[in-house]
T-cell receptor, first 113, second 115 residues
Framework: DAGVIQSPRHEVTEMGQEVTLRCKPI?????LFWYRQTMMRGLELLIY????????DSGMPEDRFSAKMPNASFSTLKIQPSEPRDSAVYFC???????????FGSGTRLTVV | AQTVTQSQPEMSVQEAETVTLSCTYD???????LFWYKQPPSRQMILVIR??????QNATENRFSVNFQKAAKSFSLKISDSQLGDAAMYFC????????????FGTGTRLQVFP
């Protein structure tokens, strides 16, 4: 298996622009998580899905952030409009479920200038 | 709310020596899982070891082992025969045991390995 695939690996954008991050979970994994990593706040959960349904989005910073999982093999995290404070590494992870480990993608490093 | 605390921001060890990274957590749940993840400079998050709270036996994966003290809510990671490739950030994480739930991470410990 190719693991959890995230794209792009790096993204540099100007403040105010829309940014879309993409994730393909491991086939058969029914739960998907979006995390953000910064020096100040560490690893924080933004949102997670079970069977394509959002379960907990309490970590989504504000209305500028939105996430979708239209099917079991694809998810997006969108930021519109982007701000410099959104600069971070965004990770996607998936798991088979209770009792299993979580597999992380390589992350997307987002820089908003 | 559940919390995970890693009190050692940085640790260092000599190659071939043993080092222990500390982790404590706070929860009122009886069923949960604990994890250690390694993040090398490549930033990839790699699962090192996993422990089920209902298992008394400490988990072991090759040179990596844990000391799980449920009553004390402590979950330390021991790395034996340290190698240069072990240099990385190490994160302790907690997850409730029912359904599929989020991982709650500690702040991490940066491990340096000296030749």
């Amino acid at each position: 298996d190719a693991g959890v695939i995230q794209s792009p690996r790096h993204e540099v954008t100007e403040m105010g622009q829309e940014v879309t991050l993409r994730c393909k979970p491991i086939s058969g994994h029914n739960s998907l998580f979006w995390y953000r990593q910064t020096m100040m706040r560490g690893l924080e959960l933004l949102i997670y899905f079970n069977n394509n349904v959002p379960i907990d989005d309490s970590g989504m910073p504000e209305d500028r952030f939105s996430a979708k999982m239209p099917n079991a093999s694809f998810s997006t995290l969108k930021i519109q409009p982007s701000e410099p404070r959104d600069s971070a590494v965004y990770f996607c992870a998936s798991t088979l479920g209770t009792g299993y480990g979580y597999t992380f993608g390589s992350g997307t490093r987002l820089t908003v200038v | 709310a559940q919390t995970v605390t890693q009190s050692q921001p940085e640790m260092s060890v000599q190659e071939a020596e043993t080092v222990t990274l500390s982790c404590t957590y706070d929860t009122s749940e009886s069923d949960y899982y604990l994890f250690w993840y390694k993040q090398p400079p490549s930033r990839q998050m790699i699962l090192v070891i996993r422990q089920e709270a209902y298992k008394q036996q400490n988990a072991t994966e090759n040179r990596f082992s844990v000391n799980f003290q449920k009553a004390a809510k402590s979950f330390s990671l021991k790395i034996s025969d340290s190698q240069l490739g072990d240099a990385a950030m190490y994160f302790c994480a907690y997850r409730r045991g029912y359904n599929t739930d989020k991982l709650i991470f500690g702040t991490g410990t940066r491990l340096q390995v000296f030749p």
